[in-house]
Each structure stands twice: as structure tokens, then as C-alpha cells.
């Protein structure tokens, strides 16, 4: 058989076909036999890769095997090398594109210096060293390896998207009336303060202290980074050295562990964050969230915590003490131990002179700070606890509510919230009252374990200056001042008495309305039928309705302001029903009293049947100083976040009755306060109040004006664990010459009893 030779067939090329022998006769066992023809290799690759004709079976050890057998343990793939994995990196690929060309092109050099050892020409030990050319390659290529490394590292290093929960958690801060920190609520003393608020003297006395240069470096301090190192290695210390860049990124991502690994980290994330932040916003977040001790980060706590101001009244002198905690807390807290008082003087010293030096304090504006500013011995921002988690409350659902201020934005805290409150009168009332529970403890210890005091005093102007709301918050989960729990009694008749002045009175169906003065004439006797239009009133058990007199005395005819001056309580009934209890409600609520604790329309409404709290009848008789303009009572006069003011809802005054009419009703409180205490108050004050007394002895009151500041106090007994309904006081509350209510009122403001 003759084989054509290709065109493309050269004479040095040899091809090998491998031809299959046809079978012969022969035993079963033989097998066939294969040919080698000369051939091309790429054609006997090609034609081993080609695929077997359909229907072909074929040959060799898999022959016969079901696809499913010969791929049972099939190769896995093989993983990228590093170099691929590196080069698929969008950020690392131009790096490393040009780290080959480079390297490309230095490859003859490196070649030129690779050393011969033993080297030769020398003898003895000198055969090993290396030439200086090989130490200059040596050096260089260190630094350019070194080079390479922090390259990549900060390729590599991203900055964490999450902040540390100091960083990013701050409180509410509650302030007294007077601006001075009342309270505050959550689990970081932290508040945010914009660094144009922060005054020039307080930013650079950190700097001065801390980094000098920082508005020149680049994040990072070589030098304080080999220190640094070299103290790890050394005595396992990594302090010091660290920019304010690196101490920001400290503090706000990484933690405080004394290790190269986090130093190396912060370094990276700090040259990182200078070159994606301006030096303004990294002094800023830098001077909200450094550690200053007693509890506090951030600039602006600390200046409260220490001197009980914000940190914009700082002096440089305050600053520089401040900026002096930095260093540690624990270390130069002058109020912890003498040694701290002579490191903190030192450091305080030292930082004032720096000041100078960097020509940011003038040498005689330094003359001016010789003494040392004491901080306060103990931090005035003080958890809530008793009476404060009272008020914290009230202004808290103020702020809220006033605010549109969602729960969720409340609780990330950052908020200041500036109350209402009048911190001298606060202590006085809680003072008082704290006496007379003692007192009843004493003097009746089973009574008095199921007594209750709830008090309030609110101003004309609505508000709301001080409550007691009960013994201890934390025990007690509701506020006493603003309980809508027991009924008034005859401490609402000053309501009954505006709207009949208001309004007129009306005695028969058809008759008109006519008016009503303080001296209108009404039955005082006791135990009177309650009249209508029609007769008498009869109730559900058919039984004629009366009002009943204190001690069930009788007056006989007496004017209604001689009847308020002695708390003569018939007139008050039979009045209420020619006024119409429709207009009494109208009048009450119109004064300040809540809708929902208003009684049922039936002759005891005007005998104090309606629930108000002491909150709300303090304010309703503040519409009687106000001239009959009512504002609502309010908690909170402005509220601020981070320093940016919120918009509040405040009230606004309304007329709630004529001016002529509160004129009355408070001249008439002026007679019943000068009547019954005489010797209450100085002649030249403007003092007036009511005593206030139950059907069923189940409260006593007493609510009363003095300089446009009403006050109310209740006495009540209730047994939380059962039943929950008002018991008898049982003398609890006092007599009528000696009333625990008037007590508390009295002490509360002041006077002399």
C-alpha cells in the first residue's frame, strides 16, 4: 500500500497512525494489535481529541463502563494561585502590573549583584562578608520591600463602617430652670457638640497638649509609631506618640489593646481617614468622643461633669485642666488623691506654657491664669433616682410630644432638654413632705403605710415648677402629682362659683338667666334639699339629694364669698344647680381641668365629685391669677439636640373667663386663706386658698395661690396590693386647725403657717 505524502509535509516531520490488525483465527485470549504509522504530532493530538463517531464503542480500559462509573470521582478543579487571586483584586491589579514592569527591567542589575560566596580574593572569615554594593542592594531593596508592604497594607485596610457604641450613643440631659444639669438618662455620658461651639482657648489647649502639628501631619507620627513599636517589644507598652488622628481612630473604631497588630491598623485607618475627612471634622469627632473620666466622653460632658458649665463658657485655664485628662483620668482627677492634684497643677502648668510657646495665648493673657481651677468634687450630672425620675418623666413626655420627637430618635439620645422646673422650690416641697411622712409613720406607723402625697405648683403662666410625686420612683411606677385618682372635694368649688359668676343663674324653666355677685344670698343651714325648677331632686333610690356642712353646722343666709371664706359647702351645691352643671363642666375644663376627670352631671359635681390630678388643679386655680387666662401646664421650655434648637409646640394662653370674674374668685380665696390663717402669711402678700374635703374622708386638699404661683397638695390612703380603692384617712390628713395638706402647702412656699 503506497501513502501520498501532503503538500505541507516536510522531510524532517514524522507521523505515526496506529492502524488496527484485523482478527485472525486464533484463540479467545488474543488480542489485536496495533500499527504505527509516521505522522505529525499535532495531527495525532488533534485526532486523539476528536470525538468518536456516534454509535462507536470505544476501546481501551473504560470500554464497556456506563458514563455515571468513569465519572464517579471526577478532578476537582485547581484553586487560582495567589497571583491570580491578587490580580482579580480591582484595586491591587495597576499595582501590580507595575510592580512587574519594574521588576522586569531591574532583573539585570539584580543579577549584576548577586553575590559569590566564599567571595573571592579574600581569606579567612572576610570571604563571607558582603561587598558594599551588596549591602547598598541589601538596604534598598529592604526599603522598597517595606515600601511594598505598607503600599499593599493600606490598599488593603478599609475603614470600618461601624463606629464604637460610645462613639455613636449619647444621653439626654435634663436642665433645671436656672440651666444648671438637673438629670440625665442613658447608659453614655456623651453629647455631640458642633466645633464651631467649642471656643478657640479649649480647641487649642488640647492641641497644645496633645498635637501641636496637627493641622501639618499626615494623620501619623512616624517617630510616635517607632517608639511605640519598640515599647511593645520592650516593656509592653504602646503609649504615646499617637496623633490625634490615630487616638480618634482609636476611640471611635478599634479598641484599646496594647498591641503592634492595632497600633499598625490604626496607622493605616488614620492615614486613610486624613485623607478622606478635613482636619475640622477630625478635631470635631475627636473632641465628642475622647475619654474624660467620671463617666464622661466627649468635650462637652466633660466641661459639665467638672466645672458644672458648658463646655462654650470654658476659660483657656478650664480647658487646659481638661485637656490634661487625656493623659488619664484616673491619673489627674485632682479630687481622687493629692499626687493626682500635683500632676494635674503640673500638667496644667505646663499646657498653659505650651500655649504660649505655639503663639496661641499671649504672654499676659497666660499672666492671668496663676491659680489652679478646682473642678467640683463630684459629678452634677448624676444618674435619675427618687424625686428626679419623677420630674424626668413628666418632661421627657413633654419633650416628645411637643417636640414630635419618635421614641426611636428619643433613645439615640444627644438631646437637651431645659425644664420648667425651679430647683429650690423642688427640694422644699420634697423636704416637706418627706417631714410629714415621717411624721405619720411615727405617729400612726399602719395608717401610714398605705398613705399617699401628691403636690404640685404651677405658675400663671403655666409652668410647672416643682412636684413630689412620690417616694421613690423606682418603687413606685407612677407619679402622685399627676394621678387622676381621688375626687377634689370642696377645693372645686372655686369652679363652681367662676361659672355661676360667668354665666348667671337661672331658678325656674322659662325664667332668664340673671347675674350672680359675692353677694348673692344662698342657704347655709345644713343637710338642705338640693331645689329644681320642678322641686326637689331625688336620686335613683328616691331619696331627696343634700349637701352636707363640715361638722353638719348651719349658717342660715349667707353671701357666697362669706361662704367661701368659711367653706360652707350648701350654697356651692344649690348653686351649681342654677348655674347648670353643664356650665360647670364647661367652666372647669375651660380652667384647666382634663375632660376625662370630670364627674357625672348630678348635684355632688359641684361638691368636688371630679378625679383631677394635682398637677391639673394647681393649674386650674393659676387661670384665677391669671386673670382668667388659662395656659395649659408645661414641663419644658426648649429642648436642643447636639446644640441645634428642636421646634416646640409651647401653649398659648387662652381665655378661659373674664377678667372681672377671676378678679372675684380670687379675692374670695384671699378672704377663706385670711380667715382661716390669719397669721399665715404677711399682709403685704398676695396669698389665697381653699381647703378641700370628701364625702367619705378619702382625701383631704388644700390648693392655693401665692404671687401668681398656685399649689395644690392631696393626702390620700390606698392599699396598692389590693383592692386599689381609697380608704378613710382615719386622721391621717390632720384636723381642720391642724391640716397636714395646709402643712405641706404652707412649707412648700414658704410661709410661715
Known sequence: MQLKALGSFKAEETVQLRMPVQRTAGTKNEKPEATEVPGTADESASAA???????????????????????????????????????????????????????????????????????????????????????????????????????????????????????????????????????????????????RDIPEDVRWAVLAAENENFFNDPGISVMGLTRAVLRTFGQGDTQGGSTITQQYVKNAYLNQDQTVRRKFTEAMIALKLDNRMSKEEILESYLNTSWFGRGTY??????????????????????????????????????????????????????????????????????????????????????????????????????????????????????????????????????????????????????AKTVHYGAASVAADGRILAVYGGPDHRKQGYNESNATTVPAGTAFTPFVYAAALQHGVRTTRDGERTPVTGESLYNGDDDVPVSTPEGPYWDRSGRKVAASNDGDKSYGQISLRRAMALSVNTPFMQLGMDTGLDKVRATAVASGLLPSSIGARVPVLSMGSSTPSAIRMAGGYSTFAAAGEHTEPYSVRRVTRNGAKIPLDLPEPRRAIRAEVAEEVSSALTESFRTAHPDGAPATEKVGGKPGTTEKDTAAWYVGTHESVSTAVVVYRIDLTESLEPLPLEGIAGTADDSVPYGIWSGALGLSG
Not at 485547581?78 to 484595586?91: G, T
Not at 439626654?172 to 430652670?177: D, E, G, M, R
Not at 499646657?351 to 504660649?356: E, F, G, I, S
Not at 431645659?418 to 411615727?442: G, I, N, W
Open 49 to 195: 481529541a476528536e470525538p468518536a463517531p456516534s454509535g462507536r464503542i470505544r476501546g481501551g480500559e473504560n470500554a464497556g463502563r456506563s458514563p455515571r462509573s468513569r465519572n464517579r470521582n471526577p478532578r476537582k478543579a485547581p484553586r487560582p494561585s495567589l497571583r491570580s487571586r491578587l490580580a482579580a483584586n480591582p484595586r491591587l491589579a495597576p499595582l501590580l502590573s507595575f510592580l512587574a514592569a519594574s521588576a522586569a527591567r531591574l532583573a539585570p542589575h539584580a543579577r549584576r549583584m548577586k553575590p559569590e560566596y566564599p567571595r573571592p580574593g579574600r581569606t579567612d572569615w572576610r570571604r563571607w562578608l558582603p561587598s558594599g554594593r551588596q549591602w547598598l542592594g541589601g538596604t534598598f531593596a529592604g526599603i522598597g520591600l517595606s515600601f511594598l508592604f505598607l503600599v499593599v497594607a493600606y490598599a488593603a485596610t478599609d475603614i470600618p463602617d461601624d463606629l464604637n457604641s460610645h462613639a455613636t450613643q449619647q444621653d439626654n440631659v435634663y436642665f433645671w430652670a436656672d440651666g444648671t444639669p438637673m438629670a440625665r438618662t442613658g447608659w453614655v455620658q456623651r453629647q455631640e457638640m458642633p466645633l
Open 298 to 447: 466627649g468635650i462637652q460632658r466633660a466641661a459639665q461633669a467638672y466645672y458644672g458649665k458648658d463646655v462654650s463658657e470654658l476659660d483657656a485655664g478650664e480647658a487646659a485642666f481638661l485637656a490634661s485628662l487625656l493623659k488619664g483620668a484616673g491619673l489627674y482627677d485632682p479630687t481622687l488623691s493629692s499626687a493626682n492634684r500635683d500632676r494635674a497643677v503640673e500638667r496644667w502648668t505646663w499646657t498653659l506654657d505650651r500655649m504660649v510657646d505655639i503663639g496661641k495665648l499671649s504672654p499676659a493673657e497666660r499672666a492671668t491664669y496663676k491659680k489652679f481651677p478646682e473642678p467640683l468634687k463630684s459629678n452634677p450630672l448624676y444618674s435619675t433616682g427618687e424625686q428626679s425620675d419623677y420630674l424626668v418623666e413628666l418632661a421627657s413626655q413633654y419633650a416628645k410630644k411637643s417636640g414630635k420627637i419618635s421614641e426611636k430618635q428619643f433613645d439615640l439620645g444627644g438631646y437637651q432638654i431645659y425644664t420648667t422646673f425651679d430647683k429650690e422650690r423642688e427640694h422644699r416641697l420634697t423636704d416637706v413632705v418627706t417631714k410629714a411622712r415621717k411624721k405619720a409613720l411615727k405617729d400612726d406607723p399602719k395608717a
